[in-house]
Nanobody, 125 residues
Framework: QVQLVESGGGLVQAGGSLRLSCAAS????????MGWFRQAPGEDREFVAA????????SYADSVKGRFTISRDNAGNTVYLQMNSLKPEDTAVYYC??????????????????WGQGTQVTVSS
């Protein structure tokens, strides 16, 4: 059984930074595309960032481009989301997810197969 586990969420004031981590049991991420999504209360799950299976290709939502960075460690065990210049509108539960290693990095939640439990990020003004 493979499960994704997110960590690193918390409370931060506007303009601050957080680094989220996502780890999977029983595998490395070099065989999957990875995505980060977020969901605020009463809103749909929203694409944030994606990283391809090789660790070289990335995609970002316009709302976070230039502020957030997705990356993978050298062993392929953990995927990160570095979040800088945080805004109150970034407040949400953040989820990591895996997808098949398509050449295209998908932004639709239905394209992803496995999901973590989420980690809360709260940004105060």
């Amino acid at each position: 059984q493979v499960q994704l586990v997110e960590s690193g969420g918390g409370l931060v004031q506007a303009g601050g930074s957080l680094r989220l981590s996502c780890a999977a049991s029983g595998r490395t991420f070099n065989s999957y595309n990875m995505g980060w999504f977020r969901q605020a209360p009463g809103e749909d799950r929203e694409f944030v960032a994606a990283l391809d299976w090789s660790g070289g290709g990335t995609s970002y939502a316009d709302s976070v481009k230039g502020r957030f960075t997705i990356s993978r460690d050298n062993a392929g065990n953990t995927v990160y989301l570095q979040m800088n210049s945080l805004k109150p509108e970034d407040t949400a539960v953040y989820y990591c997810a895996t997808a098949a290693p398509f050449r295209q990095l998908h932004t639709i939640p239905s394209m992803y197969n496995s999901w973590g439990q989420g980690t809360q990020v709260t940004v105060s003004s």
